[in-house]
């Protein structure tokens, strides 16, 4: 079991910036964390669970919402165990519960939730107008 903690969300206002970070517990994860795909979702209210970013380490690969291309990026610190979400330019739309997920692949559909055996408990960002 992999346990997955984020941090980081808040309330900002319209054109400010945020950087969720999500830490996968060493414990359980061990040395191991490169060559898991980490991906982050949100769910704003009201709304289906969607796909914002995910890092594929070992093909040295992102991939982006077309919602937040340009103005989200995701990074890793595999030192650390830790995935990041630099969020600049946010929206009022942005506003949602973020997740972080991970699972344990070389390839695959990034975006697809079901893909992802692991999850975080989410982080709340709130985007002002």
């Known amino acids: 079991q992999v346990q997955l903690v984020e941090s980081g969300g808040g309330l900002v206002q319209a054109g400010g910036s945020l950087r969720l970070s999500c830490a996968a517990s060493?414990?359980?994860?061990?040395?191991?964390?490169?060559?898991?795909?980490m991906g982050w979702f949100r769910r704003a209210p009201g709304k289906e669970r969607e796909f914002v970013a995910a890092n594929n380490w070992r093909r040295a690969s992102t991939d982006y919402a077309d919602s937040v291309k340009g103005r989200f990026t995701i990074s890793r610190d595999n030192a650390k165990n830790t995935v990041y979400l630099q969020m600049d330019s946010l929206k009022p739309e942005d506003t949602a519960v973020y997740y972080c997920?991970?699972?344990?692949?070389?390839?695959?559909?990034?975006?697809?939730?079901?893909?992802?055996?692991?999850w975080g408990q989410g982080t709340q960002v709130t985007v002002s107008s």
């Open positions: 997920a991970a699972y344990a692949a070389y390839s695959g559909d990034y975006s697809v939730p079901g893909n992802y055996n692991y």
């Open positions: 060493r414990r359980t994860i061990g040395s191991s964390f490169s060559n898991y795909i």
